[in-house]
């Protein structure tokens, strides 16, 4: 089976797997919503405490190693 003939099929499967969701419509206010937060300019802090986490538990673990 060559690249173009898995991508194909992943692609197939994707689409079936979506299709059998149900359609879902969006608040009347997400698009304010969206807006505002990106107004905010502040990122969310989880990625930031988690970044900070592995920066700190990887030289420790291999320190203890």
Known sequence: M?????????????SKL???LKRVDAPNDF????????AE???EDTTVSWR???RYAVPLVLLLL
């Open 31 to 38: 698009d304010f919503r969206v807006r505002a937060r990106i």
């Open 2 to 14: 060559g690249n173009e003939e898995q991508k194909f099929n992943e692609d197939e499967s994707v």
């Open 18 to 20: 979506l299709g059998g």
């Open 52 to 54: 900070l986490a592995v």
């Open 41 to 43: 300019g502040k990122p």
